[in-house]
């Protein structure tokens, strides 16, 4: 009866430290995964920075002629 009590208690022993292992591995896996994207993500973030004053250049620049539009349609009307 102790005997079989002991082996089953090794086969469970072993079997939970097997799916540690496992899972172990694969938490490090997807750590690193979700460590690669957050650096993506960062990198994403620094180029928008750095293109947010061009594109702030280019919408004043488009508003600007979207108004000398205006004013010349405006000035065939009449």
Do not use: G, W
Request: hydrophobic share 35%; glycine share 0%.
């Amino acid at each position: 009866m102790n005997s079989n009590r002991l082996i089953c208690s090794a086969i469970i022993l072993s079997s939970f430290v097997l799916a540690n292992c496992a899972s172990t591995t694969k938490i490090k896996e997807l750590s690193s995964e979700v460590h690669d994207l957050n650096e993506r993500v960062d990198q994403i973030s620094s180029d928008i920075d750095v293109l947010r004053p061009e594109i702030e250049k280019t919408k004043n620049e488009a508003a600007r002629a979207n108004q000398r539009i205006d004013n010349q349609i405006t000035s065939y009307h009449k």
